[in-house]
């Protein structure tokens, strides 16, 4: 096959990203010093370990000949680009990124950004999510981001309150049953 019909994604698109929800436009990216953190170690990791490596092998593919039918090196040039892409993606979410500490409203019952929050729904479910930033949120493990319906309803309420939320088979009264923050370090 021609190498005109095979599509090469260009330097500036950023697939790494894709699965995460966009920043809302004018908003900052926020995040707790713990996701800040694991997204800098893998920024590290990408920089100090894995492009080095890869960069190895496609010298040392390189020195072998023929590129073109060279498996190491078309493989390591591929994943070379996937690294580098990686690594832009992290460096923009960075700069990006404003740290919050959620433990400032440490006693609080208001459901602010980093508060963990027990609430019962429509079906007599109780459920627990505690609301992260966008590159934090995990929800299998009750890690929901802060742009998220479920959290943008509960921002703001207080505990005991019953908040709305619309979703696509009607509207769901989530009743907060308790919110916590961690304790200051």
């Given at each position: 096959?021609?190498?005109?019909?095979?599509?090469?994604?260009?330097?500036?698109?950023?697939?790494?990203?894709?699965?995460?929800?966009?920043i809302?436009?004018?908003?900052?990216?926020?995040?707790?010093?713990?996701?800040y953190?694991?997204?800098?170690?893998?920024?590290?990791?990408?920089?100090?370990?894995d492009?080095?490596?890869?960069?190895?092998?496609?010298?040392?593919?390189?020195?072998?000949?023929?590129?073109?039918?060279?498996?190491?090196?078309?493989?390591?040039?591929?994943?070379?680009?996937?690294?580098?892409?990686?690594?832009?993606?992290?460096?923009?979410?960075?700069?990006?990124?404003?740290?919050?500490?959620?433990?400032?409203?440490?006693?609080?019952?208001?459901?602010?950004?980093?508060?963990?929050?027990?609430?019962?729904?429509?079906?007599?479910?109780?459920?627990?999510?505690?609301?992260?930033?966008?590159?934090?949120?995990?929800?299998?493990?009750?890690?929901?981001?802060?742009?998220?319906?479920?959290?943008?309803?509960?921002?703001?309420?207080?505990?005991?309150?019953?908040?709305?939320?619309?979703?696509?088979?009607?509207?769901?009264?989530?009743?907060?049953?308790?919110?916590s923050?961690?304790?200051?370090?």
């Amino acid at each position: 096959m021609s190498k005109a019909f095979v599509k090469e994604s260009s330097d500036d698109e950023d697939d790494d990203g894709a699965g995460l929800p966009p920043i809302p436009a004018g908003a900052k990216n926020y995040i707790r010093l713990q996701g800040y953190q694991r997204i800098r170690e893998e920024l590290l990791q990408l920089i100090d370990v894995d492009r080095p490596e890869v960069v190895k092998i496609v010298h040392w593919a390189a020195s072998n000949g023929d590129r073109s039918e060279n498996g190491d090196y078309i493989y390591g040039k591929r994943r070379l680009r996937e690294i580098d892409r990686r690594i832009r993606f992290l460096t923009k979410r960075m700069d990006l990124a404003e740290v919050v500490d959620p433990s400032l409203h440490h006693g609080s019952d208001q459901i602010f950004f980093g508060a963990t929050v027990t609430y019962l729904n429509n079906a007599g479910q109780e459920l627990t999510v505690t609301i992260v930033g966008i590159d934090e949120l995990d929800p299998l493990h009750g890690q929901i981001s802060w742009v998220s319906p479920v959290a943008r309803a509960l921002t703001k309420a207080h505990e005991g309150d019953v908040v709305s939320l619309m979703t696509p088979s009607g509207i769901d009264e989530l009743e907060i049953i308790s919110v916590s923050y961690p304790a200051p370090a």
